[in-house]
């Protein structure tokens, strides 16, 4: 049971529909490469809803042990220029030039303690960067099996004059099923570009958005071309 919202996209009905979009193909075309990229990408959805709880648990376990570490740091800084500040007051310099030696060690002291700070700081978000690259590659690689797909049905193959050698293309599907296997290509690149816009919703690193926002280009772009072939198949088609 899940709760509709406006706000953002929930994992549990992209899931939903990846499975129906599944068994809609699974009846209909039990014994094609579609059905096992369908099955993938259900479980690959599965695994990037379970990866986003995971990354939040594991960043913010990360996130904490970075704050003790800077606060470790900033301690251990303050502790260090005290000293240093107490020593120079017990044996303090003559005139102004005497000065500056400690003036430069307290500035690369500050220098390194910033440094540290930042990337400590960077730590929760560059785990949780690594996560969600890992799944948008196996995205992306799956949207161009989906392509793969449905490169070899052509429309072309219905004309009465076409001279191609049969067996490199699926002359054994009718009409009607180049259409049903060009459509479940369409939806399964809808379902792979929702399932990177799932990892949009856990991160706001640049990477990452970067990284969806080309996904759910290059899916779109790819429906784009089925939809020109099922245009092509309905013009060539023959009317029953």
């Not at 129906?20 to 990037?48: C, K, M, N, Y």
């Not at 044996?91 to 990337?119: H, M, Q, R, T, Y």
Request: with cysteine.
């Amino acid at each position: 049971m899940w709760v509709r919202t406006l706000e953002k996209l929930e994992p549990v009905p992209v899931i939903d529909t990846a499975r129906r979009l599944r068994d809609r193909i699974g009846a209909r075309f039990p014994d094609r490469g579609i059905h096992l990229v369908a099955q993938e990408l259900v479980a690959l959805t599965e695994q990037v809803a379970d990866t986003s709880a995971g990354t939040r648990r594991r960043s913010r376990l990360v996130q904490a042990g970075s704050r003790v570490l800077i606060a470790l740091v900033v301690l251990v800084a303050l502790v260090a220029f005290g000293f240093a500040v107490e020593a120079a007051g017990t044996e303090a310099p003559d005139n102004g030039l005497d000065w500056l030696p400690l003036i430069e060690s307290a500035v690369n002291d500050i220098v390194f303690v910033a440094v540290a700070v930042v990337v400590l700081h960077s730590v929760p978000q560059r785990v949780q960067r690594s996560d969600l690259l890992a799944k948008l590659h196996r995205l992306r690689s799956l949207a161009h099996i989906i392509d793969m797909h449905q490169l070899t049905k052509e429309p072309e193959i219905l004309r009465d004059a076409f001279a191609g050698e049969s067996e490199h293309n699926d002359v054994d599907l009718t009409p009607e099923q180049i259409e049903y296997y060009l459509e479940y290509c369409t939806e399964l690149l809808s379902i792979v570009g929702k399932a990177a816009a799932l990892c949009a919703e856990e991160s706001q690193d640049d990477i990452v958005l970067n990284t969806v926002s080309t996904i759910e280009s290059l899916t779109l772009g790819m429906a784009r071309k089925v939809w020109q072939k099922i245009l092509v198949l309905n013009e060539v088609s023959p009317t029953p």
